[in-house]
């Protein structure tokens, strides 16, 4: 798949796993589809193609059977196949590019490492970006390890805590040995970016996520749905149990009309079904799993809470304050919580870990419909802050000034 410079257009690499249906990929579809629509060019660069993926507005390519006319062999890892026509899409729209090593390419594993490393700097060079942006983990350090030696400027970018995101040695030690040569480094709270040594600070930018366009509408106003709502994966850092059981304190003996709704699916669902037997609030405790336009599906709810241990900066916060609901958060590391929330103005912060601060809260929301409707009235000022077209403005600013 080659690729030319379109006529005096400035051309953004964007960089990342694959597109699979995860906060940090939907982040660089948009931001993808934002700078194709503000007239630059823009290239995918995955390492894999996932089975299910977020769209892209205007793929240059399209997923094909074998044999289809145009198609590419992109992945044959485990028995998987996959196959792409890089011009199947949008003619002139955003291009993709694939990095990973097909099996006929493969050797042995420290070989391969290098040859990893050689095909993306490969592409690099065939691709020839003006900027390049990588998200998460060793994304960022294969980027600055295979483009920088070549004189490219690289954007890295952390989208969880980076305590966690570089929490092995190893991967500590690739993060110091390579950040120093990144163009920037953009991170989501002051938190996260406080978690860095003093020489990557420096380099450090912070940028939030914009709000989902689904989520920008006028609050709901009218009768509320007695229910409680957490929009996250069903995963021990969520703490979905630690919820149901201050949903059982908070609600058993005056508002067993409550309801506590979870969206979202994952490795805990049938640990999480038993507990909610065991606590007798089985028939209280509903499990939606995943649904699509979850705005809809919440929006009438009267409290959202979100439990981590630790976030980056929670989409799914961002997305109940631009709804108006009453927000319940834990203040947990790396801070996006506490950028979001004004304790007791837009919202209600609770320390991590602490089942009867969130069973207070709940408690409260609940019996006090002007407190409650302050904090929701008050949580969709987010809206203007973090609308799609003032924080993608800042991403391209920042752009701008990096490739000067």
């Not at 003619?91 to 391969?112: C, H, M, P, Y």
């Not at 020839?128 to 998200?135: G, V």
């Not at 508002?255 to 507990?275: I, S």
């Not at 969709?380 to 800042?394: G, H, M, W």
Request: aromatic letters at 8%; glycine letters at 8%; proline letters at 4%.
């Amino acid at each position: 798949m080659t690729t030319t410079h379109s006529a005096g257009k400035k051309h953004i690499a964007m960089y990342i796993g694959s597109l699979q249906k995860g906060g940090a990929e939907r982040v660089m579809c948009n931001l993808a589809d934002y700078f194709f629509e503000e007239g630059y060019k823009v290239t995918l660069v995955t390492t894999y193609l996932a089975s299910e993926e977020h769209d892209v507005k205007h793929a240059a390519w399209k997923r094909v059977p074998a044999g289809a006319p145009g198609a590419e062999l992109v992945m044959d890892m485990d028995e998987n196949p996959a196959w792409v026509d890089p011009n199947g899409g949008e003619a002139g729209g955003i291009e993709r590019v694939f990095s990973a090593l097909l099996k006929s390419e493969q050797k042995d594993r420290l070989t391969n490492f290098r040859l990893r490393h050689k095909k993306l700097r490969d592409v690099w060079k065939k691709i020839n970006p003006d900027l390049i942006l990588s998200f998460s983990g060793k994304n960022n350090i294969m980027a600055l390890s295979t483009a920088t030696r070549d004189g490219y400027k690289v954007i890295v970018s952390c989208r969880a805590d980076p305590d966690i995101e570089y929490g092995s040695k190893s991967m500590r030690a690739s993060m110091l040995a390579t950040f120093g040569r990144a163009a920037g480094i953009v991170v989501q709270s002051n938190g996260a970016r406080d978690r860095f040594p003093a020489f990557v600070q420096k380099k450090c930018t912070i940028l939030p996520n914009s709000i989902n366009p689904s989520f920008m509408r006028k609050r709901y106003i009218g009768e509320r749905e007695k229910a409680v709502v957490m929009v996250a994966r069903l995963h021990s850092n969520k703490n979905h149990a630690m919820v149901m059981e201050a949903f059982k304190e908070a609600t058993e003996k005056d508002h067993k009309d409550y309801k506590l709704v979870f969206y979202g699916d994952g490795p805990e669902r049938a640990k999480l079904q038993r507990l909610a037997v065991s606590l007798g609030v089985e028939d209280r405790v509903i499990f939606k799993g995943n649904v699509t336009h979850v705005a809809e599906h919440i929006e009438k709810a009267m409290i959202f809470i979100l439990a981590s241990d630790h976030e980056g900066m929670p989409n799914s916060l961002i997305e109940a304050m631009s709804l108006g609901l009453a927000c319940i958060s834990t203040d947990c590391p790396c801070g996006g919580p506490r950028d979001l929330i004004k304790n007791g103005e837009n919202g209600i912060l609770v320390p991590v870990g602490d089942r009867k601060a969130i069973a207070d809260a709940i408690k409260r929301l609940i019996e006090d419909a002007e407190y409650r409707e302050k904090l929701g009235t008050n949580a969709t000022v987010l809206q203007e802050r973090l609308s799609p077209d003032v924080v993608n403005a800042k991403w391209k600013e920042y752009f701008e000034r990096v490739i000067g």
